[in-house]
Nanobody, 122 residues
């Protein structure tokens, strides 16, 4: 049984930073790709960043240069460091897991956390 648990969300002023964490259990973490997605009210869930088992990383254009994804396989945890936050980054952030390579598409991830709210005030 795969379980993913996000933490680290909260309220921050524009220009500030937050670090999200996603702790995983139930599988050999190092073999799996991990992704971060977000969903704002009234919008579809969108890709933010992903890191695959070999460490290859991809970012959405909207966060490139501001967000950093990383993973610690010894702790079964993936992180999302979010810097220079903007009001438009406000959303519920989800981590997700899939076998092997990462993907930009939410429907290709079978396992999801419950999400953590990030609110950026302008």
């Amino acid at each position: 049984q795969v379980q993913l648990a996000e933490s680290g969300g909260g309220l921050v002023q524009a220009g500030g930073s937050l670090r999200l964490s996603c702790a995983a259990s139930g599988r050999t973490f190092s073999s799996y790709a991990m992704g971060w997605f977000r969903q704002a009210p009234g919008k579809e869930r969108e890709f933010v960043a992903a890191i695959n088992w070999s460490g290859n990383i991809a970012y959405a254009d909207s966060v490139k240069g501001r967000f950093i994804i990383s993973r610690d396989n010894a702790k079964n945890t993936v992180y999302l460091q979010m810097n220079s936050l903007k009001a438009e980054d406000t959303a519920v952030y989800y981590c997700a897991q899939r076998l092997s390579r990462s993907s930009y598409y939410p429907n290709e991830y079978p396992y999801w956390g419950q999400g953590t709210q990030v609110t950026v005030s302008s």
